[in-house]
């Protein structure tokens, strides 16, 4: 019986104001990474729910998507140590541009997140080796080169929608 190969999606909100890029400082196993506000697509939410969601979750700014920037493919390998065991997984990330309101103060950030940043193309160039992924540079590059696709390229069918089905 062979398994079936099941990768992560993940979503990333990717904003640009005013020639800075925003980005999460968070804590990880690894120590603290610079990410772009992101995270898992949850069971019963569209793609669109799940960044606005995760946006929200880790910057406290409300996120307003306008476009899909690119769907990227990506696999993470550590090998055991003494803060944990071997990871292995395969991320499938749709990154999505659009604007952020301004910070709720009553909102806490999500676990994990220490700060949110707010940083210009060479501080996010000269930052790489602290970068959670190799994506997070390749999302900004991808906005600045131009690539918005429709949201509407993206469907989700309604039965996507309800909660799953208990035992599975």
Do not use: K
Not at 77 to 99: H, I
């Amino acid at each position: 019986m062979s398994l079936r190969f099941r990768p992560s999606v993940t979503v990333a909100g990717i904003v640009e104001h005013q020639g800075r890029f925003l980005l999460v400082e968070e804590l990880t196993r690894d120590g603290l990474r610079l990410n772009n506000p992101a995270g898992h697509l949850d069971p019963g939410e569209s793609l669109l729910q799940a960044v606005v969601r995760e946006v929200l979750e880790e910057t406290a700014r409300p996120f307003e998507p306008e476009a899909l920037v690119g769907v990227y493919l990506s696999r993470f390998s550590r090998p055991a140590d003494a803060s944990g065991p071997a990871e292995e997984v395969t991320y499938l990330r749709f990154a999505f541009c659009g604007r952020v309101g301004e910070p709720d103060p009553a909102r806490r950030l999500d676990d994990g997140i220490v700060r949110t940043l707010w940083l210009t193309d060479d501080e996010l160039q000269a930052s790489v080796e602290r970068h959670r992924s190799p994506m997070v540079l390749r999302c900004a590059q991808d906005l600045r080169a131009g690539r918005r696709y429709p949201i509407d390229l993206l469907h989700t069918d309604p039965s996507a929608l309800l909660p799953l089905a208990r035992g599975l």
